[in-house]
């Protein structure tokens, strides 16, 4: 069936260098892939997203990009923030079995002062 | 502002108690979603509904049971018959129930057992 990896599952970065976030989707025909951060004891929050139709896009200091051929996206973070620190959800939509998202595992990011 | 209201944030169940989860939503969303999440693993969708008095069944959705009576509402029941029902619960709506539209969520439910 469908699925969205996600790696790595932890991560540590010291504040001010940059983390890097990747996943892999199965199906072909998947046209969005959201990012959402969640810190504890919160619902996931949307940071950045991106269409089929589009590579990279960018928002101050996260960026997305996307490879259709290689069916994999990357969520980059630069200067990083102690305020970063969360579990950062990838997700792509999928149409195969019915309309919906599919979550990848997650990653805990922490940023070291 | 507007936003996603889960109510209560902690909840425990006993043994062969249904209990039901609240989500409010009043951002004039179509579409609302319930979200199981487990340690370590990622977000498993247990119903949806794209309108009012309409929903369908996620990958996860025995042991529970929902109801859209109301655009803005979308209660969640964990029934008895869900065996292992610890977990933290996510509501979440969108504007359109297409998967490619942004999910709003909010700040989940925290169910246990006694």
């Known amino acids: 069936g469908e699925n969205v990896e996600q790696h790595p599952s932890t991560l540590s970065v010291q504040e001010g260098d940059s983390a890097v976030i990747k996943c892999t989707y199965s199906?072909?025909?998947?046209?969005?892939f959201p990012w959402y951060k969640q810190e504890l004891g919160k619902g996931p929050q949307l940071i950045i997203d991106?269409?089929?139709?589009?590579g990279e896009k960018k928002d101050q200091r996260i960026a997305v990009t996307l490879n259709k051929t290689a069916k994999h996206f990357s969520l980059h973070i630069t200067e990083t923030q102690p305020e970063d620190s969360a579990v950062y959800f990838c997700?792509?939509?999928?149409?195969?079995?019915?309309?919906?998202?599919?979550f990848g595992p997650g990653t805990s990011l922490s940023v070291i002062p | 502002d507007g936003g996603i209201t889960q109510s209560p944030k902690y909840l425990f169940r006993k043994e062969g108690q249904n209990v039901t989860l609240s989500c409010e939503q009043n951002?004039?969303?179509?579409?609302m979603y319930w979200y199981r999440q487990d340690p370590g693993q990622g977000l498993r969708l247990i119903y949806y509904?794209?309108?009012?008095?309409?929903?369908q069944k996620g990958d996860i959705a025995e042991g529970y049971s929902v109801s859209r009576e109301k655009k803005e509402s979308f209660p969640l029941t964990v029934t008895s018959a869900q065996k292992n029902p610890t977990a933290f619960y996510l509501c979440?709506?969108?504007?359109?129930?297409?998967?490619?539209?942004?999910?709003?969520f909010g700040d989940g439910t925290r169910l246990s057992i006694l």
């Open positions: 951002l004039n969303h179509d579409a």
């Open positions: 997700a792509g939509a999928t149409k195969t079995s019915y309309d919906k998202v599919i």
């Open positions: 509904s794209q309108i009012v008095n309409d929903f």
């Open positions: 199906d072909s025909a998947s046209n969005y």
């Open positions: 979440a709506s969108s504007i359109v129930g297409a998967s490619n539209q942004p999910q709003h």
């Open positions: 991106i269409r089929s139709n589009v």
